[in-house]
């Protein structure tokens, strides 16, 4: 949250509620948007930003963050192809895979908590596609300072423009945090249920596709064009319950400086995360292959991964900051309740096992440098058992720059869609029991200065799993160098400005298996100023040209929820979008058009192949922030 006059906010008892006998709430006008607190999983602290920037138009989607690095498919809410891969924040053990239907999951790490002096609720609407909207609600209160709770609800229904595309996303979200007075013992957690209902259209049929190309006038209705499926669907559900509480065995105020051991702290962290996916068609499909089984039945696959972490943490000169050694004890359950295609070899219906893993987590800083470390070590010949290490060093400047090295070294297992997959579908069942780690390299390095925003990441992958054309999965016998480097530099002039980012890849080894566009840009040129006598608006308006040069790009499963290679087709296209936001008070109003020169352009775009992506599109929408 931000004030008119951008330091404090004077203006609050403006939208308290009126009625003293149902609320009671007494401010002074010393309250400042620094009051409003965010913090991360990591506990980094932001602040409720009522702001308008153009980093706000890029992460004005339903996933609300920078979609730059991913690729659309026409309907929001739908799943996204990749123009670029991330490898530093991987997960420590293994998911259940269907990766297409999880764009839009919340992890434990995108969880946010909150600290704020009076209620305060945050309202994200946008119109869908055809039919539909996106409204995200979040509201949060203080019942004291120490205890804080919050509700937030993210809603997707849209039909789309192309038959059989109807999504319908829900993600909820809870969260608590209480500490006692002197802090000594602290808690938090948050509970998540999320379900994506996605119908599934296989993609334009042969004719359907070749009038989409040649742009057929009897078909500018895109409802008209024919798919390739017309009773298939799918759904992917999580819950997850996750508490945090530490005790402080002995608490000193005093720095590490002035004390060779302080702040020593016990703590429990207890996961308890669920998922399933299914597929559902009832007719019998040319593109999925035969049914060998008549009594087959539709596929449905569960996870259950319970982690309870034991940890100990101090504070110490010796060690330079703090540091915390852990155990966690996990328990997986992965599978099906019973054979579901008796045609199949596979002979086992479900995945279990029990870990132990041992870890350290340790945090440092020296003058202007801050050091990060985290590691987990889980031995033995079980699913689970790997290694994952992570280690950053950072150093800023003040506000001037900051840059930051990052190394990362992963040993996991695949998902376990990989290892073991059911279906009525006679060659969509396998089971894999030979599978090694995969081990993954990442050296990344950052920098962050008011000249030049870059990074840069190189990248070998051992035993690389994908899924290749025949849609089974494999794992690639040698090894990936994926190099990435990107950079933005905007350029500013009176009330104009032109926004660039740039991101350059390239495969030296595996891009027979591992694909991505070598160039991508995105360049946004706009105009920011304030409206009328004032200046109660403020105005962005500006066009944003995205271009991405031609690669193979991966083919969508949606029996799989995954995507497989393909060698038939190469897709890049750019795309322009319009866009006029504004902002009143702590109103953001957000008005575009995507894709502009659609109507009249080659129509050479899509997402994945028989996938077109959006034609000429006009949205609008707004984010709405209130304090009580």
Do not use: C
Not at 237 to 265: A, P, V
């Amino acid at each position: 949250m931000q004030s008119t006059n951008g330091n404090s906010f004077q203006d609050i008892g403006n939208d308290t509620i009126r009625n003293s006998e149902a609320i009671n709430v007494k401010l002074s006008g010393k309250t400042k948007y620094t009051d409003y607190k965010v913090f991360s999983h990591k506990r980094d602290t932001t602040y409720i930003d009522t702001t308008l920037s153009i980093k706000k138009e890029y992460k004005f989607n339903f996933l609300r963050r920078d979609n730059f690095e991913l690729l659309s498919f026409h309907n929001q809410g739908q799943t996204f192809n990749n123009l670029g891969y991330t490898f530093e924040d991987l997960s420590f053990f293994p998911d259940i895979g269907f990766k297409a239907k999880q764009v839009s999951y919340l992890g434990i790490e995108d969880i946010k908590y909150y600290e704020v002096p009076t209620p305060t609720t945050e309202i994200l609407y946008r119109t869908g596609l055809e039919q539909g909207q996106v409204l995200d609600a979040l509201f949060t209160l203080n019942f004291s300072k120490r205890l804080n709770v919050s509700l937030s609800y993210k809603g997707i229904r849209s039909l789309g423009a192309y038959r059989r595309s109807l999504v319908s996303n829900g993600n909820f979200r809870g969260t608590f945090t209480y500490r006692t007075k002197e802090n000594q013992y602290e808690i938090r957690g948050h509970l998540t249920t999320q379900d994506f209902f996605h119908q599934e259209s296989g993609g334009l049929d042969a004719n359907s596709l070749n009038n989409f190309i040649i742009d057929d006038e009897n078909f500018q209705n895109r409802g008209r064009l024919d798919v390739n499926l017309t009773d298939a669907e799918n759904q992917f559900d999580g819950n997850r319950i996750y508490i945090e509480h530490s005790y402080k065995l002995i608490s000193s105020k005093d720095s590490i400086n002035k004390k060779d051991f302080s702040n020593l702290k016990i703590g429990h962290v207890l996961t308890n995360e669920s998922k399933s996916y299914s597929f559902t068609q009832p007719s019998s499909s040319a593109i999925f292959g035969t049914t060998s089984d008549a009594k087959a039945r539709n596929n449905t696959a569960k996870s259950i991964i319970t982690n309870n972490e034991f940890n100990l943490e101090f504070n110490s000169k010796y060690v330079l900051g703090k540091f915390k050694a852990k155990t966690v004890l996990t328990s997986y359950t992965y599978g099906y309740d019973s054979i579901l295609n008796s045609s199949s070899k596979i002979n086992k219906t479900q995945l279990k096992g029990n870990a132990i893993s041992i870890g350290a987590d340790w945090n440092a800083k020296i003058k202007n440098f801050q050091l990060n470390a985290t590691s987990l070590l889980t031995p033995g010949n079980s699913r689970l058992s790997g290694s994952f290490i992570k280690g950053e060093a950072v150093y800023k400047k003040d506000s001037v720059f900051s840059i930051k090295g990052s190394l990362v070294l992963s040993s996991k297992s695949p998902n376990f869609n990989t290892l073991l997959h059911q279906s009525k579908f006679d060659d969509y069942n396998w089971q894999n029991d030979v599978f090694s780690n995969v081990n993954t390299r990442d050296l990344g390095f950052d920098l962050q200065s008011k000249w030049l925003n870059g990074s840069l990441n190189l990248t070998n992958i051992d035993n690389y799993t994908y899924f290749d054309e025949n849609n089974t999965p494999q794992q690639f016998a040698n090894q990936i160098v994926y190099l990435k480097a990107r950079v933005n530099k905007e350029f500013k002039y009176w009330k104009l400005a032109l926004d660039n980012t740039l991101m350059y890849q390239n495969v030296s080894s595996g891009s027979s298996v591992f694909r991505v566009p070598e160039l991508v840009t995105r360049n946004t040129f706009y105009y920011t100023d304030y409206w009328f006598k004032g200046k109660p608006m403020l105005v962005n308006i500006g066009t944003t040209f995205k271009y991405f040069t031609k690669y193979k790009v991966n083919a969508y499963n949606p029996l799989l929820s995954e995507f497989t290679l393909q060698n038939t087709q190469e897709i890049g296209f750019p795309t322009i979008d319009v866009f006029f936001n504004a902002q009143v008070r702590r109103t953001r109003l957000y008005f575009k058009i995507d894709n502009v020169t659609s109507s009249f352009s080659k129509k050479n775009y899509f997402s994945s192949p028989n996938y077109p992506y959006r034609d000429f599109t006009i949205r609008f929408g707004l984010v709405w922030n209130w304090f009580i």
